[in-house]
C-alpha cells in the first residue's frame, strides 16, 4: 500500500487571543502540541492515537477551555464534555458533563471498544471510578475569579456570555483535533468545559455529532455556541457533503455561508482523505494550526472577513 502524507489541524477555541495570553503565546502553544501530534503521525501513529494525543495537550493547556482551565457553569462547578470519532469504523464515543478528572478524552478512547458509547454525568463517574482513574481537580485560579467576578455582579454583568453578546469571550471555548494518518485514517476529536455558566445539566454539541464527526471521508471537529452547531448539525452536516461528492472548501464554504445566514456563531475545523486542510467560522476568529506536510501554519492572523480557508 502506498504510504500517505499525513495531516493534522487542531483548534483551540474560537474566542479572543487577548485572555489566553495574546497572539505569541497562543501561536507557540499551538504549533507546539502541533509539533508533538505530527511526530507521533510521521512515526506511524494512528489517527486516533493522534487525535487523543492531541486533545490531551490541548487539555492540560490551562489557556483552553477544556480539561485543567475549564469555565464553570452557573452554579460554580466545573463539568466537562468529549468526544472521539474513528472515521473508518466510524465508530463515535464520548462523555458528557464529567467531573474530577484530567482528561476526557481518555474517558472518550475507552469507551469507542465498549457495547455502550456516550456517558453521561453519573455513568462517566462511574467509569473513572472502575479505571481508576486519579481523581484531579482541573479548576484554575483565573476561571475561579472569573465565576466570583460573576457572582458578585449577581450573574448580570457578562450574563450575556450566554448569548454570545457584549463579550468576546462568550462561551465560544472548545478544543479538538482532526487527523490523517499514513495509512489513509481519519479521526476527529473534541472537548470543551462548556460555554459558561449554562444550567446544571445542559448538553455540550462537543459530545455529539454535531459537534464533532469523521468518516473514511473527512473529519470535522467545531467550536462555538453549542446550541448554533446543533441547529446546523454542523459536523455531520460537512462530511456527509464530501461523502455526496463536494469537495472539503466547498463543503466547508457552504455549510459557513448556510451558518451565517441562520446568523449562527461557529467555527470547524477539517480534513479529507486527500489531505486537503479547511476551516471556517461566522465568528470573528478560530485559533487553529496545522501541519500539511511539509509546514506548520495557522489562522490566527487570517482576514477576519473570511468565511472559511484551507491548504492542502
Ligand atoms: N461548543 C461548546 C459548547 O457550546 O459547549
Redesign the pocket.
Known amino acids: 500500500m502506498t504510504k500517505i502524507q499525513p495531516k493534522l489541524i487542531l483548534h483551540g477555541g474560537a474566542s479572543s487571543l487577548d485572555d489566553k495570553g495574546g497572539l505569541e503565546n497562543v501561536r507557540q502553544s499551538l504549533h507546539s502540541i502541533v509539533s508533538q501530534v505530527y511526530q507521533l503521525l510521521e512515526n506511524g501513529g494512528t489517527a486516533v492515537d493522534a487525535v487523543v494525543l492531541g486533545c490531551q495537550l490541548l487539555e492540560d493547556e490551562p489557556r483552553f477551555n477544556a480539561g485543567t482551565g475549564s469555565v464553570l457553569q452557573s452554579d460554580g462547578q466545573l463539568r466537562m464534555?468529549a468526544s472521539l470519532m474513528d472515521g473508518i469504523k466510524q465508530n463515535f464515543s464520548g462523555v458528557i458533563n464529567v467531573s474530577r478528572v484530567k482528561n476526557p478524552i481518555e474517558l472518550a478512547k475507552f469507551l469507542q471498544t465498549q457495547s455502550d458509547r456516550i456517558l453521561s454525568d453519573l455513568g462517566s463517574a462511574e467509569l473513572a471510578r472502575e479505571l481508576q482513574i486519579p481523581i484531579y481537580d482541573p479548576l484554575t485560579e483565573f476561571r475561579a475569579l472569573e465565576w466570583i467576578e460573576e457572582w458578585k455582579g449577581n450573574f448580570q454583568s457578562k450574563m450575556g456570555r450566554l448569548i454570545a453578546q457584549p463579550s468576546p469571550e462568550a462561551?465560544?471555548?472548545?478544543i479538538g483535533v482532526v487527523t490523517l494518518d499514513s495509512q489513509g485514517n481519519i479521526a476527529a476529536g473534541t472537548s470543551?468545559g462548556?460555554?459558561g455558566l449554562?444550567r446544571i445539566g445542559r448538553v455540550?454539541?462537543?459530545a455529539m455529532p454535531a459537534?464533532n464527526y469523521a468518516t473514511s471521508n473527512a473529519g470535522v471537529s467545531?467550536?462555538?455556541?453549542?446550541?448554533d452547531?446543533i441547529n446546523e448539525c454542523l459536523a455531520a452536516r460537512i462530511v456527509i457533503r464530501v461523502g455526496d461528492g463536494m469537495d472539503l472548501p466547498h463543503a466547508m464554504e457552504k455549510s459557513m455561508a448556510e451558518s451565517q445566514k441562520n446568523q449562527r456563531d461557529l467555527g470547524a475545523i477539517a480534513l479529507d482523505q486527500t489531505g486537503v486542510i479547511t476551516w471556517g467560522k461566522t465568528c470573528e476568529i478560530i485559533l487553529a494550526g496545522y501541519h500539511n506536510g511539509s509546514t506548520i501554519g495557522d489562522t490566527l492572523e487570517w482576514d477576519p472577513s473570511q468565511l472559511m480557508g484551507y491548504c492542502s
Open positions: 464534555s462561551g465560544r471555548g472548545t470543551t462548556g460555554k449554562e455540550s454539541d462537543s459537534g467545531c467550536t462555538g455556541i453549542g446550541e452547531i
